[in-house]
């Protein structure tokens, strides 16, 4: 099924924002801003899956609704490598440890990671999505 101008506007848009959120990653990591740089990292991942979800017309707006959905519809019909699907998860929880628990403080290792990690799963993305002719 063809998709239409608006849902390709969004998907280019969310898309902007996953790359600008890797930026951002990079620029807080350099900075020495540990935790910050996890969590744009987890959401330029979370970014990039909703426009693949947005592509075949799925609207998730709970975190762990894009994370099963991106599961089930890419990852469980081999679209996307299973690898994405565990990356995708392990940021979540990282995100989650950074963001509400104020007793752990990611090092600078673990941002390093995850902003690799970050790189690849938009990379994938783009790449699907420049496979399908659809970006």
Partial sequence: MPMGDEAKADIQLYMERARLDLQAVEANLQNGFYAVAVSRAYYAMFYAATA??????????????????????????????????KILTHAFNSRNDTDYDLMWMPDA????????????????????????GEL
């Fill in 52 to 85: 693949l979800l947005k592509s075949i017309g799925i609207d998730r707006s709970k975190h762990s609704g894009i994370i099963a959905a991106f599961g089930q519809h890419f990852v469980k019909t081999s679209l996307i490598e299973i690898e994405f699907a």
């Fill in 109 to 132: 290792e673990l941002a390093q990671t995850e902003m690799k990690d970050a790189q690849r799963f938009v990379e994938r993305v783009e790449r699907y999505f420049q496979e399908k």
